[in-house]
Structure formats: structure tokens, C-alpha cells
């Protein structure tokens, strides 16, 4: 090996990439775009919560004639707020059939129906029943509505029961005065809590806690930037390995490469070092922009020793994709076909591999896919030690695991870049 | 003197097909030996194999006394390699071209630089070192192929098809520049299917047909194997019925080739054979568009070797 070819090599190679402006736009443009698009989409701010519009229809007629009616119901419905944003839109409607029609048309989210006799039992104390159609348009939207219904009602039920409880404690204690005197003021309390433990038998109360860095806009384009960097790994680490492989045969310059004092070690080290720098370029595109322009948190201190491991980590996630790159150019010949290779290989796993897209919200089986990935692994640790601010200490097994798998994997790809050079020369 | 190439009894297959078939030569110090063949004829090969790229089936290369296979690296110092494919980085200035194939040869920044702008200056492409090699001329390019091949000083020099599709301005400033390395002693082998280039350079040529080199001689001694006879080349506008009835009936013809809508006569009596030949085309109503008499090329050498024409 010589160092001088080597260096040349890279050299060309970085000149090379510079001055082609689809390269340039992969590299610089492409992360500043997508990170301001996540950016904008996933921390922009408070999102605003879902509003159902939601169509009622009065069937029952005893309305007027008790104080415990549909129309209270409703009127608590429409007052029902979250983050000052009503999220129940109420229309009434005069018949059941007006408001399915505007329900099947897409115009109503859901349709509640009160039938004749829901106020009168409402207030006698009965089971009193309404009727309730939701959209089926949309599968998660439909549970989503129905999760919001099931909310309300039940809320509404626990109020109604308190109020009930408390009509039917107040005329009980009447009588249990009467007949425990002084007792009364031991006993009416415990009798007073019993009622409301037979309405109320379970009360659960929600709190959302996010995990702590990522709690804050900042720390969210941190995850972002990182998963921003990996997505750039895995296009540039991918069509690079395989464009080592392929683009000298193209351009008809391999057998004059090798009619020069070098080997193709000196061409495979060359071409690593120049997609390497393609990769440093985007890393700091992608952290200056997620950091210094979105405000996005990083923790990096140059003189904690441990953060270098942050270094290490990249390169073998940079090193892998290279690698997975050189195995691939077993299915390519040109640098054409080395891009829609590398795309059809890269845009699901940018998406299904827990890279830009969190693996807590993919499905199970996607995640088990993600957990293997050692690309996903390699960018878990990073997000650990750079925006969760995680010990490195407690990340050796991924470390471990991810040195092993590039090492496995960029040794498979020398193997295959020995093969494909020498099919290529005897052409 | 000893031999800077020496070439013994080579012979390369692909899948069984074979290439080279047992090609011997030796090439000496300021010698240029011209390889004359049609594409396919296994001239690249030759050249590839001497260049290290490829490895032979068999027989033996040896470079200033090294054996290509054994001693690769040591050999590639020793030679430039000018292949007949452009191999410039397009996306790269001319002088960083120059560079980059200078830091394969661990040539050191400085010389480097100081070895290309001589070498760009010499093959006359100085002005142009800050141009990026996409923006050249053809001719350019190709000088440009050449001067990259010159960086390491070599001793020998492989030139495949140097002038291939440059128009003959270029190709006679290409020519000049290879006559003046020739002059400084350095041995050349250059593979064209282009006779009038391997005839105005060549010390030596060996006409090379599938694989074999069919005959290494001087282009003089191999112009004297077509014997004492002129060629006459007749064009036709029109071809005459029964063309080869009608050149058979011609005595003074030893030999004729037809090809598209020319043809060459071999004869040693032209004035006999002319004025013959041309009353027999208007007899049977071919129209003549040009008659040319002259002596004998190394092509026609090809065409009595191999009973077909270099392209």
C-alpha cells in the first residue's frame, strides 16, 4: 500500500464529488431540507388537539319536563376543552336519517341519538341509554372517536352518579340522623363515602411524561439531526461502496488504474476515504444546521474522553454502509444502477429502520428488524450518549455488537470488490 | 543489446476462446514496433498483458529483464501506459488529471508538478492546466491521454490506438511527439488498425490477425512480400453486372479485393491491365468513379497475408 496513491485516489475522488451538483445537493442540500421539513412537522410548536364534529338528534320529547336532560349533556359536550380548544363541535340535527346522511357524506365525525325516555330516566335514576353511530372512514380515526365518546361518556357518567349519590345521601342522612342521634356525625361521613364508592368504585388519574431530553423542542431536532445524519450515511455510505466498485469499470479508467505501481487495496482504501469525506461533509451539515439554526441539542464535549467514542461509533456506521454498499455491487454495473439499487435498498430502511422515524411507533415486527440493524444500533448509541446524555459505559454491548456485525460486513464487501474487479479486468 | 520487451510464446483465453495464440516478439531501446491488426485481432490484449493488467494463460513477459507477473509494481514504474480509451477524470482540471496519476507513481508533489508542466509544454497543452479535462477538445483529450502516460519517465511506452478518431491535423502533432520520444531512446509499442500510421512510425511492424502475429518485419521488407506488383484501386458509382466474372477475364490480375463498392487489383503489368479493366466495367455498365495506381501498402501486406481488409 502507498500512501501518496491512496491519498490520490481520495483526493480525486472528494474533487470529483464536489464539483458534481447532484452529488452536492445529496449531501448539503437534501439534510438542510428534510431536517427543516422535521423540523417544521414534529417540533413546531404545540400541536392542536382533534376536533370531532359531532351531530345530535333530540328523539326524546320529555326534555322540557326534567332537570336531568339530554340537553345537559350536550351543553357539557360543547364546553368540553383541551389546551383552550373545544374539541367537540356540536350540531343538532332533526332527524336521525338528516344526520346519518351528513355522517356517511364525511361531513359529521359521529352521531349521537337520543331516544324517547333518556331524560325521564335519566333523572328517575335509571339506566338511560343513547345511541351512537361513528365514521368508519378511517380505521384510526374511528378509534380515536370512539376512545374521545367512550371519555366523555364515562366522565359524564361519573358526574351523573356523583350528583345521583349525593340527591340519595342527602335524603338518607335525614333518616340515619333520626335513628343515631349523636352517632350521626361518625356515621353519616363513612355512609356518605360508601355512596360515592358505589357510584365511583375506581378512579384512575393520567399524567404524560415524555423521556427527558426529548422532552424539549431542542431535544427532539437532536434526535432529528442524528437520525438526519444516519439517513445521509445510508445514501452516501451505500451508492459510494457501490460506485467503488463500478464507476472506474464506466469511465473506462480501471485497467490504466492498474497498469500504475498499485493495488487494488490502494483503489478500495482511496475510494472508502473519499466517500468517508462525503459523509463528514453532511455530518456537520447536518449538526450545524440542526444546532445552530433549529436549536437543537447535542451534547458533545471534546474534552470528555468518552464522548469520542461518539466518533468511533459513526465511523463504523459509515463503514458499514460502505460495506453494504460493496455487496450490492453485485447487482450493479453502472453508476446508474448503482443509484436505483442503493434508493430501492435505502428509502425503506430510512423509513422502516428506526432511522428518521422512531422505533417506539413502528410495528413489532419492523422494530425487531430495527433493533438488529447495526446502522439503527450504531445511531441508538449515539442518540444515547448526544442527546439523552447516556453514560458510555452503559452501551458496550451495542458497541461490541456493532464493531463485530462492519467488521463481518466491510470484510464480505472486500471480498466481493476483489471478485467483481477481476470479472471486470477480463472483460 | 538486450531486449526492453521481451515477449515469449504468449497465449491468453477468455472462456475457452483464445485471444492470443503463442505471440513471441522483443521490442529494443529507442525502437518503435507498430502493431497492425483489425479490431479483434488481439493487439489490446497483447498490450494489457504487457502492461501487467492481465494475466497470461501462459508464456512469458519480460520488461527491462522483469517478469511482469512476478516483479508487477517494478515493471509499472518502468512503463506508460496510453490506453485507447480516454482516461481523464472529466470533473478534474487538466494539471489535477496530471497530479493524480503522478501520486499513483509516488511521484512527490513538487516534481510532480514541475515533470507535467513540462510534459503538458512538450505535447502543446500549455494554457490549459486550469481547464477541466470535460471542456477539451477531442485532440486534446487525446494529447492529454498521452502526457498522463509520460509523468513517470518510462522507458517503455504502450500507445494503444493513440490517434483513433482525431482528425489528421491532430493525428500528424500526435505523430511528431511520439517521433520525439523516439529520439530520446525510449521504446514504444503502438497497436492501430490505421496502415499509413504504422508505416510513417514504425521501425518494426508485426501484423497481428486473430490472435497470431502473421509476419514482423520491417513495413519495407513486408511492403517487398506483396512481390513487384502495383495496386490499382477502382471506386465504382455504379457497379458493372457480373463483377467477378468480368476481373477474372483480366490475365495481368493476380489479385483482387472487393469490398463495399471498391475494389483493389494486384498486377505487375499496370498498363496492360488498366486500359483492360475499364473497357470490360463499361461493357457491362458499371460506371467508374475513381482509378488510383499505386505501390503497394502495408495493408495490401495484410490483405495477401489474411485474404481480408484491416477494418
Request: aromatic share 8%; charged share 20%.
Amino acid at each position: 500500500m502507498k500512501l501518496r496513491a491512496i491519498l490520490s485516489i481520495a483526493k480525486k475522488g472528494v474533487l470529483d464529488t464536489l464539483r458534481d451538483p447532484a452529488a452536492v445537493f445529496w449531501i448539503v442540500v437534501f439534510p438542510i431540507f428534510w431536517l427543516a421539513l422535521m423540523s417544521a412537522l414534529w417540533a413546531g410548536g404545540s400541536s392542536k388537539p382533534l376536533i370531532l364534529e359531532v351531530g345530535v338528534v333530540y328523539e326524546d320529547t320529555g326534555i322540557s319536563k326534567y332537570p336531568l336532560n339530554a340537553t345537559l349533556m350536550v351543553n357539557i359536550m360543547s364546553k368540553i376543552e383541551v389546551n383552550t380548544t373545544k374539541i367537540f363541535e356540536v350540531k343538532v340535527f332533526n332527524s336521525t336519517e338528516n344526520a346519518l346522511n351528513k355522517l356517511k357524506a364525511g361531513e359529521l365525525d359521529a352521531v349521537i341519538v337520543f331516544p324517547e325516555g333518556f331524560s325521564q330516566n335519566m333523572t328517575y335514576g335509571f339506566t338511560t341509554r343513547a345511541k351512537i353511530y361513528v365514521s368508519a372512514a378511517d380505521i384510526q380515526k374511528k378509534q380515536i372517536i370512539e376512545a374521545m365518546l367512550s371519555s366523555f361518556i364515562v366522565e359524564f357518567s361519573k358526574h351523573l352518579a356523583l350528583v345521583r349519590a349525593q340527591i340519595f345521601y342527602n335524603k338518607a342522612a335525614v333518616i340515619i340522623n333520626r335513628f343515631t342521634g349523636n352517632m350521626s356525625s361518625y356515621i353519616l361521613p363513612l355512609i356518605k363515602e360508601f355512596i360515592k364508592g358505589l357510584a365511583v368504585p375506581l378512579e384512575a388519574e393520567f399524567n404524560e411524561v415524555s423521556p427527558k431530553s426529548i422532552a424539549t423542542r431542542a431535544g427532539i431536532i437532536g434526535w432529528y439531526t442524528i437520525g438526519m445524519i444516519g439517513v445521509e450515511y445510508l445514501f452516501i455510505g451505500i451508492i459510494g461502496g457501490i460506485v467503488i466498485v463500478v464507476e472506474e469499470r464506466e469511465k473506462k479508467t480501471l485497467k490504466r488504474l492498474l497498469a500504475a505501481p498499485i493495488t487494488p487495496w490502494d483503489l478500495l482504501i482511496g475510494g472508502t476515504l473519499a466517500v468517508l469525506f462525503s459523509e463528514l461533509i453532511s455530518t456537520v451539515t447536518c449538526t450545524a444546521f440542526g444546532t445552530l439554526v433549529l436549536g437543537g441539542k447535542i451534547y458533545w464535549n471534546p474534552l470528555n474522553p468518552s464522548h469520542w467514542l461518539l466518533v468511533y461509533i459513526m465511523l463504523l456506521v459509515a463503514l458499514m454502509t460502505i460495506g453494504i454498499g460493496l455487496i450490492l455491487s453485485l447487482g450493479a454495473k453502472t453508476v446508474k444502477s448503482a443509484n436505483v439499487l442503493a434508493s430501492m435498498v435505502t428509502f425503506p430502511l430510512m423509513f422502516l429502520a428506526g432511522i428518521i422515524i422512531p422505533k417506539w411507533i413502528l410495528p413489532s415486527y419492523m422494530r425487531t428488524i430495527a433493533d438488529a440493524f447495526p446502522v439503527t444500533v450504531g445511531l441508538d448509541v449515539v442518540r444515547q450518549i448526544a442527546v439523552f446524555n447516556k453514560p458510555v459505559e452503559a452501551l458496550a454491548l451495542q458497541t461490541v455488537y456493532l464493531t463485530l456485525t462492519t467488521t463481518a460486513t466491510y470484510v464480505a464487501g472486500i471480498y466481493i470488490y476483489k471478485h467483481r474487479l477481476n470479472k471486470f479486468i477480463e472483460e | 543489446m538486450k531486449p526492453v520487451v521481451r515477449v515469449v510464446d504468449l497465449i491468453k483465453e477468455y472462456n475457452g476462446v483464445k485471444a492470443l495464440k503463442g505471440v513471441s516478439l522483443e521490442v529494443y531501446e529507442g525502437e518503435i514496433l507498430g502493431l497492425l491488426g483489425p479490431n479483434g485481432a488481439g493487439k489490446s490484449t497483447l498490450m494489457n498483458i504487457i502492461a501487467g493488467v492481465i494475466k497470461p494463460t501462459s508464456g512469458k513477459v519480460e520488461v527491462l529483464g522483469y517478469d511482469v507477473l512476478k516483479d508487477r509494481e517494478k515493471v509499472a514504474l518502468k512503463i506508460g501506459y496510453c490506453p485507447q480509451e480516454t482516461v481523464l477524470y472529466d470533473n478534474l482540471t487538466v494539471m489535477e488529471n496530471m497530479m493524480f496519476y503522478a501520486g499513483l507513481y509516488d511521484i512527490p508533489g513538487g516534481e510532480a508538478k514541475k515533470r507535467a508542466k513540462r510534459i503538458l509544454e512538450y505535447l502543446g497543452l500549455s494554457g490549459v492546466e486550469k481547464t477541466l479535462a470535460k471542456r477539451l477538445s477531442g485532440g486534446m483529450k487525446r494529447r492529454l491521454n498521452l502526457a498522463v502516460a509520460l509523468l513517470n519517465d518510462p522507458e517503455l511506452l504502450l500507445l494503444d490506438e493513440p490517434t483513433v478518431g482525431l482528425d489528421p491535423n491532430v493525428r500528424r502533432s500526435v505523430w511528431n511527439a511520439i517521433k520525439r520520444l523516439k529520439e530520446e531512446d525510449k521504446a514504444i509499442i503502438l497497436a492501430t488498425h490505421y496502415m499509413e500510421e504504422a508505416d510513417e512510425l514504425s521501425d518494426k511492424v508485426a501484423i497481428m490477425n486473430e490472435g497470431q502475429i502473421v509476419a514482423l518485419d520491417t513495413p519495407e521488407a513486408l511492403k517487398k512480400m506483396v512481390g513487384p506488383l502495383a495496386a490499382i484501386e477502382l471506386e465504382f458509382s455504379k457497379l458493372p453486372e457480373n463483377l467477378d466474372k468480368v476481373l477474372g477475364r483480366v490475365d495481368v490480375v493476380e489479385k483482387y479485393i472487393l469490398k463495399n463498392e471498391k475494389v483493389v487489383l494486384y498486377t505487375k503489368d499496370p498498363d496492360t491491365a488498366l486500359p483492360q479493366v475499364v473497357s470490360l466495367v463499361i461493357e457491362n455498365r458499371g460506371k467508374l468513379a475513381r482509378i488510383d495506381v499505386r505501390e503497394p501498402t502495408l495493408e495490401d501486406v495484410f490483405v495477401k497475408l489474411t485474404g481480408r481488409g484491416l477494418e
